[in-house]
C-alpha cells in the first residue's frame, strides 16, 4: 500500500479514511490480511467507497 497526500487520478475505489487516534488499529487490521475475508473487513471498517454518502465531500476535501 501507498500513502498519497492526496487522491491522484478522478475516481478512485475507495478512500480510507481514520482518525489519527485510530492509526494504530488501522495498522493493525491492515497488517492482519491474509484472505479475502480479512480483506473485506477492512475494506468495510476502514473505506468509503463511491456509493457512500460522504465518499465526494472527502474525495474533493483534499482539492479545497
Known sequence: MTIMPAPIGSYPNWILQM???ELRSFVTSFRAINSEKSFKQFIQRWS???M????WNVFHSFKD
Not at 52 to 55: A, E
Open 19 to 21: 482518525n489519527l487516534a
Open 48 to 50: 468509503l467507497g463511491p
Open 52 to 55: 457512500n454518502l460522504q465518499f
